[in-house]
């Protein structure tokens, strides 16, 4: 009998998994009114870190409170974690404002208070694309279809009073890098398993250690994105 119920049990289970997988396949059509499909006018040449710090190609200006590919608890149970959660290391409690990580264009504003989010299409030399986004903005500075540079303000985070009137930690970055953007936006919140977490997502962690570099160094890491 306890061999039938465990049988019983794994059965369920792993019936359920392509129930996950197909979520994001399944949702993603009505997120798609929120995408512009509008080609970046410059070429990608440096990675720099979205917050104005004394040096944006230091990577010990940052602090990473939350890593790539941990298990969430919030709204899908069990979805992974699609990027990082991130704050300035040295923050005097003036506002914070994030900026793009590179030049591209907005291509995507969705959802709403506290999970408001900004992607960014960026492109690539050999001519591919990558797309980075970042959520939980109190306030939004830019506009769909709109070109950036690592100048532009995007955006303004909650303050930690801002963020607790909504009911959460949201004063952070949440940053993803993205492989590609066919969910539109669907997948930060439905990745339910391995192969979609990277299918569509690069460890942002990972990314800008092996990509950020001052300008003197054009060395760049091992994705071969250049």
């Known amino acids: 009998p306890v061999a039938n119920i465990t049988l019983l049990y794994l059965v369920i289970v792993f019936s359920l998994i392509p129930c996950f997988s197909d979520l994001i396949q399944e949702d993603k059509e009505r997120w798609k009114i929120f995408y512009t499909d509008t080609a970046p006018l410059q070429t990608t040449s440096q990675w720099q870190v979205p917050f104005k710090t004394k040096n944006r190609t230091d990577l010990s200006t940052i602090s990473i409170i939350s890593v790539f590919g941990a ?11 699609t990027g990082v959660d991130m704050i300035p290391k040295k923050n005097t409690g003036q506002l914070i404002y994030v900026y793009p990580m590179a030049a591209g264009v907005v291509c995507s504003i969705h959802l709403g208070d506290p999970h408001r989010t900004v992607v960014i299409k960026h492109k690539l030399a050999n001519g591919e694309f990558l797309f980075t986004s970042y959520k ?3 306030e939004i500075y830019v506009t769909n279809g709109q070109q950036v540079t690592p100048e532009t303000p995007i955006a303004r985070l909650y303050t930690r009073s801002e963020a607790k009137a909504q009911g959460g930690n949201y004063d952070h970055l949440h940053l993803e890098t993205r492989k590609k953007f066919d969910d539109y936006g669907v997948a930060s919140w439905a990745t339910m398993t391995k192969g979609d977490l990277n299918l569509r997502f690069f460890d942002p962690q990972k990314f800008m250690k092996e990509n950020i570099k001052p300008p003197r160094n054009t060395a760049v890491g091992n994705l071969g994105l250049f």
């Open 71 to 81: 298990p969430r608890l919030s709204y899908l149970k069990g979805h992974f974690h």
């Open 136 to 138: 939980h903005f109190h």
